[in-house]
């Protein structure tokens, strides 16, 4: 069984940064689908960043890149996302979410939610002005 564990969130001013850390136990292997997604109430979750552990290029959403990078240790278990130049919008509660061993790293880029067989308990993150 999969579990994912998240870690690292907070409170900032706007402008600050925050790094989250996700651990997963329960993988088979090292290539697994891994990534952050986040959720507002009242909104529907979305896709901050996702990889293929395995060798795999970081994938980002628009309000994402070039402030916010991802990246994973090389036994594909631990996931980290550094965030820097945060703004207000991005408060939200971040989920790390996970599909073992895919068929194929472009299943990383999925952004159906359902296909993202784990998912954390997610952690808080607040950026005030």
């Known amino acids: 069984q999969v579990q994912l564990m998240e870690s690292g969130g907070g409170s900032v001013q706007a402008g600050g940064s925050l790094k989250l850390s996700c651990e997963a136990t329960?993988?088979?292997?090292?290539?697994?689908?891994m990534g952050w997604f986040r959720q507002v109430p009242g909104q529907q979750r979305e896709r901050v960043a996702t990889?293929?552990?395995?060798?795999?290029?970081?994938n980002y959403a628009d309000s994402a890149k070039g402030r916010f990078t991802l990246s994973n240790n090389d036994a594909g278990n631990t996931l980290f996302l550094q965030m820097d130049h945060l703004r207000p919008e991005d408060s939200a509660m971040y989920y790390c979410?996970?599909?073992?061993?895919?068929?194929?790293?472009?299943?990383?880029?999925?952004?159906?939610?359902?296909?993202?067989?784990?998912w954390g308990q997610g952690t808080q993150v607040t950026v005030s002005f």
């Open positions: 979410a996970a599909i073992p061993v895919p068929r194929g790293p472009w299943i990383c880029q999925d952004n159906n939610l359902a296909a993202w067989n784990y």
């Open positions: 990889v293929y552990t395995y060798r795999g290029r970081p």
């Open positions: 329960g993988f088979s292997g090292r290539a697994n689908c």
